[in-house]
């Protein structure tokens, strides 16, 4: 059974960072990619970056690069996203999803296996 699990999100003030992880197991995810999309209150879902497991490929969403950085550590089975001078806009459920075509794709339709979200929230 595959289990992705989010962690790290939280309170913080704009202009500061955060880092979220998701744990996978389940699975051999040598052949996935990951993908981070995020949801706020009232909007559709987000496509914020993915990573190919196997060769670490990524792909980013326009808005969110250089301040967003997608890494994965193969020995632990987690993704990371690391998040960088954060905005009030950034407050949302952040979600990891595993998608076993392992193109890092930005539709959400693409991945199979979904977390249960963490939230993060940026205040002014």
């Known amino acids: 059974q595959v289990q992705l699990v989010e962690s790290g999100g939280g309170l913080v003030q704009a202009g500061g960072s955060l880092r979220l992880s998701c744990a996978a197991s389940?699975?051999?995810?040598?052949?996935?990619?990951m993908g981070w999309f995020r949801q706020a209150p009232g909007k559709e879902r987000e496509f914020v970056a993915a990573?190919?497991?196997?060769?670490?490929?990524?792909n980013y969403a326009d808005s969110m690069k250089g301040r967003f950085t997608i890494s994965r550590d193969n020995a632990k089975n987690t993704v990371y996203l690391q998040m960088n001078s954060l905005k009030p806009e950034d407050t949302a459920v952040y979600y990891c999803?595993?998608?076993?075509?392992?193109?890092?794709?930005?539709?959400?339709?693409?991945?199979?296996?979904w977390g249960q979200g963490t939230q993060v929230t940026v205040s002014s």
């Open positions: 389940g699975r051999t995810f040598s052949n996935y990619a």
């Open positions: 990573i190919n497991w196997s060769t670490g490929r990524t």
């Open positions: 999803a595993a998608d076993n075509t392992g193109w890092v794709t930005d539709s959400g339709y693409e991945y199979d296996y």
